[in-house]
């Protein structure tokens, strides 16, 4: 079994302790909220963090609130507390759907939205204990310069593979981000970068407040393809969001470093969406499942959940 390495360990109790601890250790600090994605990494050796600082004391980052106009989840909201959260399950299906499918009991228990958002990509050469690593080159992920999964690879493959930001990009959410410079609200989508070594383009002092979601009630689901039923990260996932008029967007996951969005603005436009989906995914081989097959699935997947959400709505 792996064994934490030495680390600072700080449990801020407000937003400005926590901000002078991210000023002071901008680089080596992790934040730690639920430290399901954490301390795994950590365990593996994926990451060294010199100081790791505790989020769950920070009063006032724990609702769900509805105005009538936004929604608005705080980062340490439990992935359970949101999949049993009846508002969001009868407005933003696709969302409820997804956090039914995270994971198992115990780690939706414990694991944040903002944790879950922010889970760094995943590949099958790279998420391995270090002696299983040594066995390879060490990867561009890895502080090398080779990709494991695609030979003569000139940048990192890995997967994004959370199952919330999909349903939340399919609902147009967006997070509060609270930096250096204040407060700012940015579209979801935005916070991928697109490169799998980096997928995010939070700076280290940035940390997520609130996610934000329309008010607005929606049709819609969420789709998941895993190896065990019991836990486990989606192979391909897909979600989709819409009004009444049939103007939405689906989104893909799980087939390269960041979601793939489509907004459409008619159910002829949603109709052509998956073999778009499918044209334009290229997973490669770093998952336990072939590329073809992951990418026939994109396709499958989207089929589904389109006849799904179409059969229970119109
Ligand atoms: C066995 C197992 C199965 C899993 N299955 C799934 C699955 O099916 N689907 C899935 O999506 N995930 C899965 N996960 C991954 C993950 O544990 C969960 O998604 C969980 O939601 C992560 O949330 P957390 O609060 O524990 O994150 P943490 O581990 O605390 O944090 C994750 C990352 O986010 C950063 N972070 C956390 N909160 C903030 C914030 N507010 N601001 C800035 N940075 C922040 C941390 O620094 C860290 O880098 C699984 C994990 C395990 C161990």
């Known amino acids: ?39 795994p990494r950590v365990k593996l050796g994926l990451k060294k963090p010199d100081i790791v600082i505790d989020i769950k004391d920070i009063e006032g980052l724990n609702y769900v609130k509805d105005d009538g106009e936004k929604v608005r989840i705080g980062a340490l909201t439990t992935i359970y507390n949101i999949k049993n959260n009846i ?3 009868e407005k933003h299906p696709a969302l409820h759907e997804a956090t039914a499918l995270t994971a198992n009991e115990n780690i939706r228990q414990r694991g944040t939205v903002g944790g ?26 890895n502080r090398g310069d080779i990709c494991n999964a695609v ?26 981000l ?54 486990d990260y989606p192979v391909v996932n897909v979600a989709l969001s819409m009004d009444t008029k049939g103007r939405g967007r689906l989104v893909s996951g799980s087939v390269g470093p960041r979601p793939i969005v489509y907004e459409f603005l008619s159910s002829d436009e949603l109709r052509k969406i998956p073999e778009r989906a499918y044209n334009e995914a290229f997973p490669v081989n770093n998952m336990i499942l072939s590329p073809l097959y992951r990418k026939r699935m994109v396709r499958v997947l989207s089929e589904r959940l389109i006849r799904r959400v179409f059969l229970d709505n119109f």
């Open 178 to 231: 609270v930096g250096k410079d204040g407060e700012k609200e940015i579209p979801l989508e935005n916070i991928f970068t697109g490169d799998g070594m980096s997928p995010f383009s939070l700076k280290k002092t940035d940390f997520i407040k609130e996610v934000i979601i329309p008010s607005q009630k929606m049709i819609g689901g969420y789709e998941k393809l895993r190896m065990r039923k019991s836990v």
């Open 87 to 89: 508002m969001i399950k």
């Open 1 to 39: 079994m792996s064994v934490l390495p030495e680390f600072e360990y700080k449990r801020p109790g407000t937003a400005n302790e926590l901000f002078d601890l991210l000023l002071s250790h901008e680089t080596g600090a992790q934040i730690l909220a639920g430290g399901t994605d954490l301390i």
């Open 116 to 141: 879950n958002i922010l889970q760094d990509t995943r590949c099958l050469y790279y998420n391995k204990p270090e002696t299983w690593r040594l066995s390879f080159k060490p990867c561009l992920k």
């Open 151 to 176: 030979k003569g690879g000139k940048k990192c493959f890995s997967i994004y593979r959370g199952d919330l930001a999909p349903a939340l990009i399919s609902l147009s959410a967006s997070i509060c």
